[in-house]
């Protein structure tokens, strides 16, 4: 089993910062594929950024030059820096592992707000 902990959401007013983190237990390899997702009112759960354990990564069009993922493998934490926030931007963000077995593992989610 993988526990998925995230943590740094919050309030920020358009054009801000904020940076998530998510912190891995248990069953987990350096291999494994980390990413984030986000789910706003009213709407499906979409893809945001994932990173390989090699390195990789790759980013949805909407968030593309304005965040950044990465990861400290010491840490078992993967960070998402998210800049120039927009009000669309506003959801509940959840970290996402693969790992070998193809298992999908969540974490519990943070709210971010973004005020206009």
């Known amino acids: 089993q993988v526990q998925l902990v995230e943590s740094g959401g919050g309030l920020v007013q358009s054009g801000g910062s904020l940076r998530l983190s998510c912190a891995a237990s248990?069953?987990?390899?350096?291999?494994?594929?980390m990413g984030w997702y986000r789910q706003a009112p009213g709407k499906q759960r979409e893809y945001v950024a994932h990173?390989?354990?090699?390195?990789?990564?790759n980013y949805a069009d909407s968030v593309k030059g304005r965040f950044t993922i990465s990861t400290d493998n010491a840490k078992n934490t993967v960070y998402l820096q998210m800049n120039s926030l927009k009000p669309e931007d506003t959801a509940v963000y959840y970290c996402?592992?693969?790992?070998?077995?193809?298992?999908?593992?969540w974490g519990q989610g943070t709210q971010v707000t973004v005020s206009s």
């Open positions: 996402n592992r693969v790992v070998l077995d193809g298992a999908h593992y």
């Open positions: 248990g069953r987990i390899f350096s291999i494994d594929v």
């Open positions: 990173v390989t354990g090699s390195g990789s990564t």
